[in-house]
């Protein structure tokens, strides 16, 4: 793994992270941060949005140890206005996560938006390209703030930020898993 570490450019902080999964960034504008994954996917495109559009896998993305599970029954039909409820153990307490999907075209993108949760916000877009017919580019882009003000800002830096690391590069690590790199034509 290498760490790129760049320069303030108009006020905008960034980290690189690069894996053999992927890159993963993080940044802050504000009092807001930012969380951009990307990796690319040895299936087409169709595939691989049909497996994302199916919010229930994500219980399988997420690491096992944070409890994470989809509480709206399944099929959830994904369109604009969905509600979907899920659960999350932060420290081993349980807590209730409700997202909104605001946006959805298939098999393009759609955005999740947190009304209810650990985060003061949660804004996360999930984009989908075509790299050729065999491939698809997966970019994850999350604009998130924590609550409680300073006191968010003290827990991000000890634990939120390694966190969400960990999950991302375990998401990228599981994708690679489900969607092994076909043997070259």
Same mark, same amino acid.
């Given at each position: ?80 206005? #969905? ?5 999350? /153990? +932060? *420290?081993?307490?349980?807590? =209730?996560? &409700?997202?909104?999907? @605001? !946006? ?50 003290? #827990? ?5 930020? /390694? +966190? *969400?690391?960990?999950?991302? =590069?375990? &998401?990228?690590?599981? @994708? !690679? ?9």
């Amino acid at each position: 793994m290498v760490v790129r570490f760049r320069k303030r450019i108009r006020g905008r902080a960034r980290c690189e992270i690069w894996g053999v999964s992927g890159q993963l960034q993080f940044g802050r504008e504000g009092s807001d941060r930012t969380l951009r994954a990307e990796q690319i996917i040895d299936r087409p495109l169709e595939e691989v949005f049909a497996f994302f559009a199916r919010p229930e896998n994500l219980d399988a993305l997420t690491p096992g140890f944070l409890g994470f599970r989809t509480l709206t029954p399944s099929p959830i039909p994904m369109n604009p206005q #969905a509600l979907i409820e899920h659960e999350i /153990r +932060l *420290l081993g307490i349980p807590m =209730r996560w &409700r997202t909104r999907i @605001l !946006e959805f075209q298939a098999p393009r993108f759609f955005v999740d938006f947190q009304e209810r949760g650990p985060y003061a916000l949660w804004h996360h877009t999930h984009r989908f390209e075509v790299v050729d017919a065999q491939r698809t580019r997966v970019i994850d882009e999350v604009r998130y703030r924590m609550p409680l003000g300073p006191l968010g800002a003290i #827990a991000h830096a000890l634990f939120t930020a /390694r +966190l *969400l690391r960990t999950i991302f =590069r375990f &998401r990228q690590t599981e @994708l !690679e898993r489900r969607f092994p790199a076909r043997a070259q034509r």
